[in-house]
């Protein structure tokens, strides 16, 4: 039995999902634009590559999502979407299954700055060398920790983003 801690107090929930307990899966952010997936041929190979180099068996086509993706983005003049891709199943650190899932998030973005090109941006070199060359450090996997303390580090700092230097 999974809970969760509410304002209402403790509630039971379902059971996360592998990429959740361990970060086993990977993610591809894109953006919309008119109602179109800005490099969504790119994001796609990446997408492929990711689950090869992670061993995870995708349950359909990238590009069988690319078209539902597609077809969630036409109302959008600009948007943010998230393709998530983790392994199912249960288990410890051990996999018992090489199938993955997908998730789909597409949510509208503010209009007031254009993309790519924005206002200048001010940056921070985060003091902590945490990136190393692994098969998979090249595809952005579900463990995310070093890049959310980078950006928390940026706000405090306040700046817009940080340089992560690599090891």
């Known amino acids: 039995m ?7 107090g403790w509630q039971e929930r379902s059971a996360p999902q592998r990429g959740e307990l361990f970060g086993d ?3 591809e952010t894109l953006h919309i634009v008119n109602g179109r ?3 969504a041929a790119e994001h ?9 180099a992670l061993q995870l068996e995708l349950p359909a086509p990238v590009e069988a999502v690319m078209e539902t993706l597609a077809q969630l983005a036409g109302p959008f003049p600009r948007a943010r979407a998230k393709i998530l891709l983790q392994r199912t199943g249960e288990g410890p650190y051990t ?5 993955a899932s997908y998730s789909l998030y597409v949510g509208p973005l503010p209009t007031e700055s254009p993309f790519p090109l924005g206002k200048p941006q001010r940056l921070v070199r985060y003091p902590v060398q945490f990136l ?12 995310a920790l070093g890049y959310v303390q980078a950006a928390h580090y940026a706000q405090q700092q306040r700046c ?3 340089l992560l230097l690599s090891v």
Not at 2 to 8: E, F, G, R, S
Not at 95 to 99: D, F, S
Not at 132 to 143: E, G
Request: aromatic content about 12%; hydrophobic content about 45%; cysteine-free.
């Open 160 to 162: 817009d983003d940080a």
């Open 44 to 52: 796609a190979r990446r997408l492929r590559q990711a689950a090869q």
């Open 132 to 143: 190393t060359h692994t098969p998979w450090s090249a595809y952005k996997t579900l463990s």
């Open 25 to 27: 899966g990977v993610f």
């Open 37 to 39: 997936v800005l490099w």
């Open 2 to 8: 999974w809970l969760q801690l509410t304002p209402a």
């Open 95 to 99: 996999p018992t299954t090489a199938l």
